[in-house]
T-cell receptor, first 117, second 110 residues
């Protein structure tokens, strides 16, 4: 069973640029969630994709956008990068059940460290 | 709204027990989780507890839940240097996104 993978591992961008981060979900999982973890903080929920549709969004501006593909892999895009976007971006996959009440056991990838200068 | 609070630091001697505490505000939480994060790595799911349980034991880990006080704890027995990491408490209601605390940095002194 393949775990959650993310690419790239590290990335340095300049303020105002755009970035795309990628995530491959664990085999059999249909839901991907993205989190931002600033230094010294816990992860903050950005958004979630379930079967290629956005299924919830946290308190992040529209310049944070995402996509999920038929194979359930996902991308996180950030436009007009700001210095405060520097963080570890974590992707987590789970077996989601739309509208269901169940265990939200999420498995995390190693993250992408984004530095904005 | 949801909020999860943890103490920021804990230092223990190798072989002792560690107890990491967490409080949460949302009484609707159905599942509570403990994750471990080692330096430069993602989050590893350690264990979870359903809100109608008081205790769960899994090898060296014991989770205690006091639903009345909205207090969750993680006890690590016979703490080893390899247990040094940041431990996050997280809550969710069904399939809603996880809400994390800021993490407790556990330092194990040999």
């Amino acid at each position: 069973e393949t775990g959650v993978t993310q690419s790239p591992t590290h990335l340095i961008k300049t303020r105002g640029q755009q970035v795309t981060l990628r995530c491959s979900s664990q085999s059999g999982h249909n839901t991907v969630s993205w989190y931002q973890q600033a230094l010294g903080q816990g992860p903050q929920f950005i958004f979630q994709y379930y079967r290629e549709e956005e299924n919830g969004r946290g308190n992040f501006p529209p310049r944070f956008s995402g996509l999920q593909f038929p194979n359930y892999s996902s991308e996180l895009n950030v436009n007009a990068l700001e210095l405060d976007d520097s963080a570890l971006y974590l992707c987590a996959s789970s077996l989601g059940i739309s509208g269901g009440v169940g265990r939200n056991e999420q498995y995390f990838g190693p993250g992408t460290r984004l530095t904005v200068t | 709204g949801e909020d999860v609070e943890q103490s920021l630091f804990l230092s223990v001697r190798e072989g002792d027990s560690s107890v990491i505490n967490c409080t949460y505000t949302d009484s609707s939480s159905t599942y509570l989780y403990w994750y471990k994060q080692e330096p430069g790595a993602g989050l590893q799911l350690l264990t979870y507890i359903f809100s109608n349980m008081d205790m769960k034991q899994d090898q060296r880990l014991t989770v205690l839940l006091n639903k009345k006080d909205k207090h969750l704890s993680l006890r690590i027995a016979d703490t080893q240097t390899g247990d040094s990491a940041i431990y996050f408490c997280a809550e969710s209601i069904g399939n809603t996104p996880l809400v994390f605390g800021k993490g407790t940095r556990l330092s194990v002194i040999a």
